[in-house]
Antibody, heavy 125, light 112 residues
Framework: QVKLQESGPGLVKPSQTLSLTCTVSGASISGGDYYWSWIRRPPGKGLEWIGYIYYSGSTYYNPSLRSRTTISVDTSRNEFSLKLSSVTAADTAVYFC?????????????????WGQGTTVTVSS | QSVLTQPPSVSGAPGQRVTISCTGSSSNIGAGLDVHWYQQLPGTAPKLLIY???YRPSGVPDRFSGSKFGTSASLAITGLQAEDEADYYCQSYDSSLSGSRVFGGGTKLTVL
């Protein structure tokens, strides 16, 4: 059973960098079965996809956040991380990490079927 | 403004059938790209409800079903139960933003 757990500071000051880590258990990131994503939900709003990373290190980011986003992977620790720079109050949200199972042989996604419980990040001085 | 449009809210009485629509465009749903649906109960993480337009992961009751036609997709819930009260999101991909995942704005389902 694959499990994900987010960790990181719950409070970040404006203009600083938000840093979160997602630890994966029950599956190896190096296995290549998943795209690993970060998603957030601001208060009173819906889900927003931030970006993904594959075990090889290839990434893709939401164009609206691309200039401030970096997602990296540490296969030795079986975890992936998010950095969001120059944060403002608009970046206050619950942040989730998720795994999207993908079969490269048939180019097919089974959706984001594993999620972390989410971690609340507040941007405030 | 989300790339995929959902009604902000729907409601129904216990036992009834409700549908939630997800309207996209020729660069996402209309381009033949798959739609997935998620249920988010209050205070919890989203849960995959439907993948690949109309497939249910194991453990999801058959009261939930998905469909897709043209540039739109729908989630249907039959035999509505109080525990179905949640936020529901569609998710697809956008060919104009190669590789980008996109979510609908979400629909709040209220069980009367």
């Amino acid at each position: 059973q694959v499990k994900l757990q987010e960790s990181g500071p719950g409070l970040v000051k404006p203009s600083q960098t938000l840093s979160l880590t997602c630890t994966v258990s029950g599956a190896s990131i190096s296995g290549g079965d998943y795209y690993w994503s970060w998603i957030r939900r601001p208060p009173g709003k819906g889900l927003e996809w931030i970006g993904y990373i594959y075990y090889s290190g290839s990434t893709y980011y939401n164009p609206s956040l691309r200039s401030r986003t970096t997602i990296s992977v540490d296969t030795s620790r079986n975890e992936f991380s998010l950095k969001l720079s120059s944060v403002t109050a608009a970046d206050t949200a619950v942040y989730f990490c998720a795994g999207e199972m993908y079969d490269y042989k048939i180019q097919y996604s089974y959706g984001m079927d594993v999620w972390g419980q989410g971690t609340t990040v507040t941007v405030s001085s | 403004q989300s790339v995929l449009t959902q009604p902000p809210s729907v409601s129904g009485a216990p036992g009834q059938r409700v549908t939630i629509s997800c309207t996209g465009s020729s660069s996402n749903i209309g381009a033949g790209l798959d739609v997935h649906w998620y249920q988010q109960l209050p205070g919890t993480a989203p849960k995959l409800l439907i993948y690949g337009n109309d497939y249910r992961p194991s453990g999801v009751p058959d009261r939930f079903s998905g469909s897709k036609f043209g540039t739109s997709a729908s989630l249907a819930i039959t035999g509505l139960q109080a525990e179905d009260e949640a936020d529901y999101y569609c998710q697809s991909y956008d060919s104009s933003l190669s590789g980008s995942r996109v979510f609908g704005g979400g629909t709040k389902l209220t069980v009367l």
